[in-house]
C-alpha cells in the first residue's frame, strides 16, 4: 500500500461511522457509534477523548470493536456538533461536562457502561465516576491528564491561555499542521498523523477555550479515588505529554487493578498502537482479574 492510501485510509473509514446528534433539552449532542443497539453481550463502551481531538480519532475502536459491544465515541461539548455547555457565573468544570455525559447516556437508555477517558477525558471520566460509580462496570484512564489545579495562579493562566491563543493566531488548519505530530511518537505513520490532524481542523475556539480552562483550573484529584471496582491506567512509553511515569504514579496513587504501559507509543497511544490498545480494552472488558505492571 502506498503512502497516499496509507494517509487516507483512516480517514475514509470515519465515512462508516457518521456522526450522530440528539436534542438534549436545548442542546445537542453528537457522537459516533459501532456494534449493535443491545450491545456486544450487553456490554457498552463509551470513549471520551482529549482536548485536541473529537469522536473521529476513536476510529479503529470504533471499527475493530464493534462484534465486542456496543461502542460508543461522543464529541465533548463544544465539539463536533455539539453545543457548548451553559454555566451560569463560572467556568465549567468537570462535574459540568460529566452532567452532559449522564445526560446523554440517559437519552440513550444506557445505565452501565465501560467509561474510558483520554487525557483531558479521564478528568471528564473522574468526575463522572465519583458522582456515578454504580453505573459504571469499569473505568479507564489512558494518558490522562491531572490538570493544573493546585498550581499557582500564574500557572494556571498560562496554562489556560496558551492553547486559546495558538487557535486564534493559526486557525485549525495551522494549528493541526504545527501541532498534530506532537500527540504521537516519531514511528506514527503517516495515517496516524494525519487521522490526529483532521480532528484538530474541526476545533472550534469556543469548545478549545472552554477544555482549555478546565485543564488549567480543576483537578483529577478532586474526583479520585472512586468506587469502581475495575480501575485501570494506560500510557504510551514514548509519551511527552503526559509522560508514563506520571501515570504510572497516579495509577499507583489510585490503587488501580492494573497499568499497562503501551510500548513506542506516544500521547495518542490508540491512534498509533490501535492493536495493543484494542487488545487491552477486549481484556480489560472480558477479564475479572487482572495483572499488575503488564506491559505491551
Known sequence: MNTATCTTTLIQQLDDFPRQSIRLGDVNQSWRESGPESGGNGEVLVLLHGISSGSGSWVQQLAALETDCRVLAWDAPGYGDSDDLSVTGANANAKDYA????????????????????????????????????????LML??????????????????????????????????????????????????????????????????????????????????????????????GAADTITPPQAARQLASDLDTTEFVEIAA??????????????????????SATSRTGTSL
Request: hydrophobic content about 50%; charged content about 15%; overall charge positive.
Open 142 to 235: 489512558a494518558s490522562p491528564a491531572q490538570g493544573y489545579g493546585q498550581a499557582d495562579a500564574e500557572t494556571r493562566e498560562r496554562v489556560y491561555r496558551q492553547r486559546p491563543t495558538m487557535l486564534a493566531q493559526l486557525g485549525p488548519a495551522g494549528l493541526a499542521a504545527q501541532r498534530a505530530a506532537a500527540l504521537v511518537s516519531v514511528n506514527a505513520s503517516a495515517a496516524q498523523v494525519s487521522l490526529v490532524a483532521d480532528g484538530m481542523r474541526q476545533l472550534r475556539l469556543s469548545g478549545f477555550q472552554a477544555a482549555s480552562w478546565l485543564l488549567a483550573n480543576d483537578d483529577i484529584w478532586s474526583y479520585l479515588p472512586v468506587d469502581v471496582e475495575s480501575r485501570r491506567v494506560i500510557c
Open 99 to 138: 452532567e452532559r455525559l449522564a445526560h446523554w447516556l440517559d437519552a440513550l437508555g444506557i445505565q452501565r457502561c465501560w467509561l474510558v477517558g483520554h487525557s483531558l477525558g479521564a478528568m471528564v471520566a473522574a468526575a463522572f465516576a465519583a458522582r456515578y460509580p454504580q453505573r459504571l462496570a469499569g
Open 265 to 286: 507509543a506516544g500521547h495518542a497511544c490508540y491512534v498509533e498502537a490501535a492493536a495493543a490498545v484494542n487488545q487491552a480494552l477486549k481484556d480489560w472488558m472480558s
